[in-house]
């Protein structure tokens, strides 16, 4: 017998609304039809797990395209619109379907659309009618009640740091071929809190939000098909924005809203103590580091990290390192497109030039002065555990080399979380006696012998781990930890 006919799209932007910087057409990498099967087989990405979780369960899979792009700030209205369209001609091209994976991120922002995902869903929808419909998301999604209108199905990542977009995806194709077969009369109900919880706090593996992860897991049996917690990523100032515990049953939506509400009373009641970690001064966490056997030791530059939607152009740790660790070895990074593609051509020259400040206005950019020790560009794929496989690309990169700090310089965003960018860059991550890496969490998965004595930086950016000094517009008050006296 032929199995259902399910497409699988990927959409997929986390909007950081603090950012200066916008998401524009370029930034997306774009791959439409057997193209996305065939380059992301095999990685962790959702829209290979969905893939091969659909084929696993005899399903005729139709890829129709995976789109993303590095967080940054809003997509631009004509980029969303490139999108949108992009995935209205792929649907039409693939009708008819007798179901369709969706995976997005949860937090994009387009333009003045706060709420640009469910837009994404609302394209689907109106073009597969009423076949069932599965939307997957980020674990920092901010799940809106359209969102859940428009999808017939729901679940996001469990893990924090993310290790499980395969297995998302593939949670996700079951519960859709499950419905499209009538094993199951899925039934969704969303629970939220006015809260945000710091980047930091949000583990899964460790600390409070585990605890409610672990009653969560106990939870899903029989009529409970999935639990999904979404502490959404905090810079993000939209109206609905909140804390979101989704809950998907085998037909019983009491059972479901009931238990998203307990579960969402759950994490509420643990607020006080999703704190930030201890942040420290830069030079204080060089001290750290002399004082640590742990090489490398990691600085968590989160403030301008790249994959919480900041440009990453701060440049100031080159001049702390400078100032306070001149002996150690340390591996640093900044985006400035200018410097990068100045430096590309003089390799094994000296240079001095000024780095970053390129996006954010408050940043100053720093001279430094060193030797071009390697340039280059072109696409390489991730090796730590989140979206393992995946090819990305740094742009055009150079790394300026000053005694025993290289710093590297990218045309565009690097995922310095990820050993792989270093090493495309010639830096082989073990040696740093100090790696900095632009990053709040992946950081942990994938050096986790760091991970323990890892410290996060003290400075500002817009994505700071201080969310009390963040300054909303749109999100609903009283919001926590904001409005912390008043509630
Ligand atoms: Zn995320």
Request: glycine share 8%; hydrophobic share 40%.
């Amino acid at each position: 017998m032929k199995g259902p006919r399910i497409g699988v799209a990927s959409l997929v932007q986390e909007t950081n609304t603090f950012s200066p910087k916008p998401t524009v057409r370029e930034d997306y990498t774009v791959l439409v039809g057997e193209e996305a099967s065939r380059s992301l087989a095999g990685t962790n990405t959702e829209f290979a797990g969905a893939v091969a979780g659909l084929e696993e369960l005899g399903a005729e899979v139709v890829p129709l395209l995976a789109a993303w792009a590095l967080p940054s700030g809003r997509v631009t209205e004509d980029t969303f619109e490139y999108l949108a369209g992009l995935l209205d001609r792929e649907l039409v091209r693939a009708l008819p379907l007798d179901g369709l994976v969706l995976s997005l991120h949860g937090a994009m922002v387009a333009g003045t659309t706060f709420d640009a995902d469910a837009s994404l869903i609302e394209v689907a929808r109106s073009r597969i009618g009423s076949v069932p419909l599965g939307v997957c998301l980020d674990l920092h999604a901010n799940v809106t009640e359209r969102m859940v209108e428009l999808a017939d199905i729901m679940v996001g990542y469990h893990t924090e740091p993310h290790v499980d977009m395969a297995s998302t995806g593939a949670r996700i194709a079951r519960l859709v071929v499950n419905t499209v077969r009538d094993e199951i009369t899925p039934a969704v109900a969303l629970a939220k809190r006015p809260m945000l919880v710091p980047a930091e706090a949000m583990r899964t593996d460790i600390g409070p939000m585990s605890e409610v992860r672990g009653l969560a897991d106990t939870r899903t049996a029989s009529t409970v098909l999935d639990v999904s917690l979404f502490p959404v990523q905090p810079w993000l100032d939209v109206p609905e924005l909140g804390l979101g515990v989704l809950v998907v049953t085998d037909g019983d939506p009491a059972g479901a809203g009931s238990l998203a509400e307990e579960l969402a009373g759950e994490v509420w009641d643990r607020r006080d103590r999703m704190t930030t970690p201890r942040l420290m001064r830069p030079e204080a966490a060089f001290r750290a580091a002399r004082e640590s056997d742990c090489r490398p030791f990691v600085m968590a530059h989160t403030a301008d990290c790249p994959t919480a939607g900041a440009p990453g152009d701060d440049p100031v740790m080159a001049t702390e390192a400078a100032r306070h660790a001149p002996d150690l070895a340390v591996f640093h990074s900044v985006l400035d497109p200018e410097a990068a593609r100045r430096c590309g051509s003089k390799v094994g020259e000296g240079v001095r030039l000024p780095v970053g400040g390129v996006f954010e206005k408050s940043v100053i950019p720093v001279e430094v002065e060193g030797m071009v020790t390697a340039a280059g560009s072109g696409a390489y794929r991730l090796t730590g555990r989140s979206f393992t496989g995946r090819e990305v690309s740094m742009g055009e990169w150079a790394v300026i080399t000053t005694g025993s700090h290289h710093l590297l310089v990218s045309s565009a965003p690097s995922i310095t979380a990820d050993p792989a960018t270093w090493r495309h860059a010639g830096l082989e991550p073990d040696r740093a006696d100090v790696l900095i890496v632009r990053s709040c969490s992946d950081y942990r998965a994938n050096f986790p012998g760091s991970a323990p004595e890892a410290v996060t930086l003290d400075l500002p950016g817009p994505s700071t781990p201080r969310l009390e000094g963040l300054e909303f517009r749109h999100a609903p008050r009283p919001l926590y930890p904001h409005d912390r006296v008043a509630m």
